[in-house]
């Protein structure tokens, strides 16, 4: 990766979803999801972005969430190394 794009990297993107329960937010939470999303969403992103994603709720079942990007931290742009962190949307 440039220096530029390393400049550019986020070092973490606040996301914010709905719906806010439980189940998604176990969902979230795991190490492959966000692995997921770091692959998916690679690249610029702006406050205020949607993503419509579904996630993995146990017993092979799963449920739709939409995830709103609502803050960034030092770049504009998700990378490889881009923390996540999530918050239940209001």
């Not at 914010?16 to 692995?35: C, K, N, Q, T, V």
């Not at 996630?55 to 931290?73: A, E, I, K, Q, Y």
Request: some cysteine; aromatic content about 6%; proline content about 3%.
């Amino acid at each position: 990766m440039s220096e530029q794009a390393r400049r550019e990297e986020a070092t973490r993107v606040g996301l914010a979803y709905a719906p806010a329960d439980e189940e998604i937010a176990d969902g979230l939470d795991a190490d492959s999801f966000r692995a997921y999303l770091r692959k998916a969403h690679s690249g610029p992103v702006r406050l205020g972005e949607e993503w419509t994603e579904f996630v993995n709720c146990g017993c092979g079942s799963t449920r739709d969430v939409t995830l709103t990007v609502v803050s960034l931290t030092d770049g504009e742009a998700v990378g490889e190394s881009t923390e996540i962190s999530y918050e239940p949307a209001t």
